[in-house]
């Protein structure tokens, strides 16, 4: 099993920075994918970026030039920088690793999540 530690969130002013962190610790393939995702109110969860061990980076179109994902492999800990803040930003931010040891076969974790609030 996977456990995380999330952190970070909180209620911010519009315009304003924030920056989660998540560690996992477990049983992590140490070729994987973590990120973070969210979830607005009464919305479904939705993609905000992730990265791979590679390097590899995906990020929502909503967020790109806005915030940044970075990770230190050694710990399994990811990042997420979040500048220009704005109201449509709330949501609880959700902490994800996944990999596909082989062929049709994939593990997946989720964090709990940690609140993120921007006010305008």
């Known amino acids: 099993q996977v456990q995380f530690v999330e952190s970070g969130g909180g209620l911010v002013q519009s315009g304003g920075s924030l920056r989660l962190s998540c560690a996992a610790s477990g049983s992590i393939f140490s070729r994987n994918v973590m990120g973070w995702y969210r979830r607005p109110p009464g919305k479904q969860r939705e993609l905000v970026a992730t990265?791979?061990?590679?390097?590899?980076?995906n990020y929502a179109d909503s967020v790109k030039g806005r915030f940044t994902i970075s990770r230190d492999n050694a710990k399994n800990t990811v990042y997420l920088q979040m500048n220009s803040l704005k109201p449509d930003d709330t949501a609880v931010y959700i902490c994800?690793?996944?990999?596909?040891?082989?062929?049709?076969?994939?593990?997946?974790?989720w964090g709990q999540g940690t609140q993120v609030t921007v006010s305008s």
């Open positions: 990265m791979s061990t590679s390097g590899n980076i």
């Open positions: 994800n690793v996944n990999w596909s040891p082989g062929f049709n076969v994939k593990y997946e974790y």
